[in-house]
């Protein structure tokens, strides 16, 4: 049962107190030996727990996303390589996509809401992007992309300034020196989202030029992710566009 049923069980007197303590107790998360499942963080949160896959063998990811489907309808994986997803696909029905590296399973469809829009500064950075726009888009943004548009032309940017103007996130990834996220929290009205990532010649410090770059934007409004963090960009993009209405 979940809360609310714990709850309505307690109110007409199917479950006394005690009843009610164990259950909580035992509901708080699901001990899997290797890991300890957090099913309860989306009543909390808004969002579930998702599950990080990268360092964790093919086996361990697919016995942690069957035990989260048991109890909720989808589940996402980030950083997942192909030995996870033919792992986890012969337990469960999942989805792979190799470009952003995420491994989803899901019984049921979410309406996309609102509206996030990414930009990437290049092609090299489309990895990154695309783990930003398809977790956004997971979670339940409605999301648009545009690649390939950072300073170097920057005109290539021009077409898409309107769309910028009622995005209610726009997250910014881009490598070498960084500049893009600086032009995007000069031209929108929303909050935008950094993301440096690690693409770049020797004195890009894999990522660390970009990421000391957009800290140090002049453009108020823009905040910073970690090197290649889309999912956290994309994550933090659909909580903004959540509370945006």
Do not use: W
């Amino acid at each position: 049962m979940n809360f609310d049923e714990l709850l309505d069980a307690y109110r007409q007197g199917r479950a006394d107190k005690d009843d009610l303590k164990r259950a909580l107790l035992r509901e708080t998360y699901i001990d899997a030996g290797m890991a300890k499942l957090d099913h309860r963080r989306a009543e909390r949160t808004g969002c579930a727990e998702v599950v990080f896959c990268q360092g964790k063998t093919p086996e361990q990811v697919a016995e942690i996303m069957v035990r989260l489907a048991g109890h909720q309808p989808r589940v996402l994986g980030t950083r997942a390589d192909p030995a996870h997803a033919e792992a986890a696909a012969a337990r469960l029905e999942v989805d792979y996509d190799p470009v952003s590296r995420l491994l989803s399973h899901a019984r049921e469809a979410v309406k996309p809401r609102g509206k996030v829009v990414v930009l990437s500064a290049g092609t090299s950075d489309l990895p990154v992007a695309e783990e930003a726009a398809k977790t956004a888009e997971f979670l339940g943004s409605r999301v648009l992309c545009h690649f390939d548009c950072g300073v170097a032309g920057l005109h290539r940017l021009f077409p898409v300034i309107e769309e910028l103007r009622d995005a209610r996130a726009v997250i910014c990834v881009a490598g070498m020196e960084g500049a893009l996220a600086s032009v995007a929290g000069g031209l929108c009205p929303a909050p935008v989202i950094a993301v440096p990532t690690s693409v770049g010649y020797g004195a890009s410090f894999g990522g660390l030029a970009a990421l000391l770059a957009m800290l140090n934007s002049c453009a108020p409004g823009v905040c910073t992710v970690n090197i290649d963090n889309g999912f956290g960009a994309g994550y933090l993009a659909h909580r903004m566009n959540t509370l945006a209405g």
